[in-house]
């Protein structure tokens, strides 16, 4: 009986998982499959493989070297990792039997991919991670649990949302500032907010602690985006603000209307919302 090379199949899950396939030209191979969906499916086939038995190997084997042949003819393989994988794989008439080494070595190439992983590659590198868990079971055994642990502890890879505390529409663009620093000097709430996303949008405002109202932000109100705007006092659709609560670590409010930078430019803002918690 000849050994699975499990690492290696990890490596090949995470490759394809991981990375962005250049499609042919024409986007579909006979059959009509795009070299998205080939990936995908190289990418199921492969997760499937890691739980093979002996009595279901031959079956699960064929299917991923299908699916491998399938996307060599989708998106091409310049590097040779996919013909590399076919080879591997032989005539698929290799039998299964533990190796508790291999299982733990793709673990822990899979947690450190799944570590570096950016949000778009967040979920699949999870479920990745999880199928090398779950075969280090197999093949390792859990005595104490904790591998069980650390798979319950993932859950069903869907990445948590970061909390938007405050949020608004300029134009018609949206912008969520998730990073929020809120300053406590003296009386007074010097609040901050920046975004997770690639660019440079930060908003300021100051409010003295406990107190709400209308307008009680605007004086130190600033957005800025491609330049820095400010509230528009020329009568029409004016900059308003309302701030509803401001107790011991919460800050609650809204804010509209137009403002304007320093060459005169206008910026119309709705659905304005502060919803802070310090």
Same mark, same amino acid.
């Given at each position: 009986?000849?050994?699975?090379?499990?690492?290696?199949?990890?490596?090949?899950?995470?490759?394809?998982?991981?990375?962005?396939?250049?499609?042919?030209?024409?986007?579909?191979?006979?059959?009509?499959?795009?070299?998205?969906?080939?990936?995908?499916?190289?990418?199921?086939?492969?997760?499937?493989?890691?739980?093979?038995?002996?009595?279901n190997y031959q079956q699960l084997c064929v299917a991923y070297k299908n699916a491998l042949d399938d996307q060599i003819q989708a998106c091409g393989d310049p590097d040779g990792t996919l013909?590399? #994988?076919?080879? #591997?794989?032989?005539?698929?008439?290799?039998?299964?039997?533990?190796?508790?080494?291999? #299982?733990?070595?793709?673990?822990?190439?899979?947690?450190?991919?799944?570590?570096?992983?950016?949000?778009?590659?967040?979920?699949?590198?999870?479920?990745?991670?999880?199928?090398?868990?779950?075969?280090?079971?197999?093949?390792?055994?859990?005595?104490?649990?904790?591998?069980?642990?650390?798979?319950?502890?993932?859950?069903?890879?869907?990445?948590?949302?970061?909390?938007?505390?405050?949020?608004?529409?300029a134009g018609t663009l949206p912008i969520d500032f998730d990073i929020v620093d809120v300053v406590i000097d003296g009386d007074l709430l010097k609040v901050t907010g920046e975004t997770s996303?690639?660019?440079?949008?930060?908003?300021?405002?100051e409010v003295g602690q406990g107190q709400t109202g209308v307008d009680v932000i605007n004086p130190a109100f600033e957005l800025t985006l491609t330049s820095v705007f400010f509230p528009s006092?020329?009568?029409?659709?004016?900059?308003?603000?309302?701030?509803?609560?401001?107790?011991?670590?919460?800050?609650?409010?809204?804010?509209?209307?137009?403002?304007?930078?320093?060459?005169?430019?206008?910026?119309?803002?709705?659905?304005?919302?502060?919803?802070?918690?310090?």
């Open positions: 009986m000849k050994k699975i090379l499990t690492l290696f199949l990890c490596a090949t899950i995470l490759s394809f998982v991981s990375c962005e396939d250049e499609p042919l030209e024409g986007d579909f191979v006979t059959g009509g499959i795009t070299c998205e969906q080939a990936t995908i499916n190289t990418a199921e086939a492969a997760l499937n493989f890691l739980g093979v038995n002996d009595d013909e590399a #994988a076919v080879n #591997a794989l032989g005539d698929c008439s290799t039998t299964v039997v533990n190796d508790c080494d291999s #299982a733990t070595d793709a673990v822990d190439a899979a947690q450190l991919a799944f570590a570096n992983a950016s949000d778009e590659e967040y979920t699949n590198l999870c479920n990745a991670y999880k199928a090398t868990l779950e075969n280090q079971i197999t093949q390792c055994g859990d005595d104490d649990g904790s591998i069980q642990s650390t798979i319950d502890d993932l859950g069903d890879c869907t990445q948590a949302t970061l909390e938007v505390e405050i949020s608004l529409t996303a690639a660019n440079n949008y930060t908003i300021y405002f006092t020329q009568g029409f659709d004016d900059f308003t603000s309302e701030i509803t609560v401001n107790t011991d670590g919460t800050l609650t409010g809204t804010f509209w209307g137009i403002v304007t930078n320093a060459d005169g430019g206008d910026l119309s803002l709705t659905s304005g919302m502060i919803n802070i918690t310090y």
